[in-house]
């Protein structure tokens, strides 16, 4: 078996190179070296192993290094990623990585002809955008409605896009859910992202080691013959830890902090943290990888105690008084560029809208937590009680017009003109063989846009064309007006007089404008 794997230096690429290397049918395996020092490191760090290692030096978006990394292979793990907050600061790294890589990835291969390696591309639970405690769950076919001012969101919503639509023979697309690795607790106290978690938001947690396991155990089964169109290929599916890896963002907060013997409400305030755009939710459907390939073996809180028992001095923080702990790791991020206080103070108020819906409502944010309520606590947001064990237990559906359970071989064109109806377009192509999802068809949006795509991409995937794929824009409050899939979730933390188009200029600053709406 000959490997090509892109992002080994990223965190849940580091622990599947380790998984790689230790298969006894792994004859090599090729990997990108653009982070050299990182990659370098990674390498000396299996040197016992070096001669089933062949560095390429490059980056996903060079043609040259792709095309060395793709020969002769016979699967391509594509994991590479700008990811946040890294891609909040390099938005230009973001598009190449995320945008771009796919690009010249799906080019390389598909020139490849008889000789085509398969691809595994990881793209991100960031799609489906922000989640309330409305609609908790969310599916493989839910609409894809990437929060506004998240490039790494929209720039991955467009590779996956590149996947999908491509000419490779044999692909599969699975979406990585939040995802905990060994480096999270330091790399979420360097920047001001961890305010954009809002404190009720849906996480489904999987470890990057079950995630490395479920790629292994994909390879190992493939290798077998065991794994076809029917069950695997040609198919998008979500990661999610399962039942045992939900929490909200409070949550997940207090489990962190329990190491160091603090909590949520000790080390944050209300007005810390955003109340809506963060991305987030529970997975409905993470069980049909468990029941392929039964990896999911973490829980968040075995993670959390894993990593204290390799890191015990973080039980030195139990003794340090929590009001010193909280000015020392959280109160200074507040002065970060990536954290909503430095937004306020710096009238950065495109982003206060899309965040808070404007500095007024900022405001009027309490500063203490006797009038706000969590669901982990077993409130709703109003102060009603709510059964939260009973909720994050039992997954909820979107409304569809469509039965995207029924066998695809099903589908027929009336159930196309449906859905696109639906969304508030309508389909073109004329004709269409019951059950050819993977055919490309023409459609239409809701202004008259003309795009082109297979029914798997729009129905299975939740793919439907809007000016976040052409422009580095967001203008789901006017089409949440047409589309009442996106209307279904956006309005859960939007007014429908909003009427706010998002965008990027070319230095890649956020802006705002009103819409006009018919």
Not at 2 to 24: N, P, Q, R, W, Y
Not at 60 to 81: F, I, Q, S
Not at 97 to 125: F, R, W, Y
Not at 214 to 227: A, M, P, S, V, Y
Request: aromatic share 12%; glycine share 6%; hydrophobic share 35%.
């Amino acid at each position: 078996m000959k490997i090509a794997l892109i992002g080994a230096s990223g965190h849940m690429g580091e622990v599947l190179f380790d998984t790689l290397l230790k298969e006894e049918n792994l004859e090599q395996i090729k990997i990108l070296r653009f982070q050299k020092k990182e990659t370098n490191k990674l390498i000396k760090k299996h040197r016992q192993f070096l001669d089933k290692i062949v560095p390429i030096d490059g980056s996903v978006a060079d043609e040259e290094a792709v095309k060395k990394l793709c020969e002769d292979v016979d699967y391509v793990l594509n994991l590479g990623a700008i990811i946040p907050p890294q891609s909040d600061h390099d938005p230009e790294g973001a598009i190449k990585a995320n945008e771009i890589g796919p690009k010249v990835l799906c080019k390389i291969i598909e020139s490849m002809g008889e000789k085509q390696p398969k691809i595994i591309h990881i793209s991100t639970v960031a799609l489906y955008g922000d989640r309330s405690e409305q609609h908790l769950f969310g599916r493989v076919g839910d609409p894809l409605c990437v929060s506004p001012f998240d490039i790494y969101a929209l720039t991955k919503m467009r590779g996956e896009f590149t996947v999908l639509e491509s000419n490779v023979k044999q692909w599969t697309v699975l979406r990585q859910t939040a995802m905990l690795y060994e480096k999270l607790m330091m790399a979420n106290i360097s920047d001001g992202l961890m305010f954009h978690t809002c404190f009720n938001a849906p996480l489904e947690w999987a470890t990057a080691k079950d995630s490395a396991i479920l790629i292994r155990n994909i390879l190992r089964r493939d290798q077998k013959g065991e794994l076809n169109e029917d069950n695997f290929w040609k198919h998008c599916f979500n990661i999610g830890g399962g039942p045992k890896g939900r929490a909200t963002g409070s949550e997940t907060f207090d489990l962190g902090f329990k190491m160091i013997g603090a909590s949520t409400k000790q080390f944050f305030s209300p007005n810390y943290n955003a109340t809506r755009n963060f991305h987030g939710v529970f997975y409905s459907d993470s069980n049909k990888l468990e029941e392929l390939f039964h990896f999911q073996e973490d829980s968040i809180e075995g993670f959390w105690e894993d990593v204290l028992n390799r890191h015990k001095y973080f039980k030195m923080g139990r003794i340090v008084p929590k009001k010193l702990l909280k000015q020392i790791i959280i109160k200074r991020l507040l002065r970060s560029s990536n954290a909503p206080r430095y937004w306020y103070k710096h009238h950065d108020e495109s982003r206060m809208l899309a965040y808070f819906k404007g500095s007024k409502e900022y405001e009027k944010i309490p500063h203490k937590w006797e009038n706000e309520y969590l669901l982990s606590d077993g409130k709703d947001s109003k102060g009603n009680p709510v059964d939260y064990t009973k909720i994050k237990n039992t997954p909820t559906y979107l409304n569809y017009p469509v039965d995207l359970d029924k066998n695809s071989k099903e589908i027929t064109i009336e159930d196309l003109r449906k859905y696109a109806e639906y969304r508030g377009g309508k389909l073109i192509t004329k004709e269409f063989k019951k059950g050819e999802i993977y055919t490309k068809l023409r459609w239409q949006n809701h202004d008259g846009i003309e795009f082109e795509a297979t029914p798997f991409t729009v129905l299975y995937c939740g793919h439907w064309h809007n000016v976040s794929y052409e422009k580095y824009a967001w203008d789901f409050d006017r089409q949440a007006k047409f589309d009442k899939l996106i209307a279904e979730v956006w309005y859960d933390a939007h007014d429908q007089n909003e009427d706010l188009y998002y965008y990027y200029d070319e230095e890649y600053k956020a802006h705002h404008k009103p819409i006009e709406t018919k």
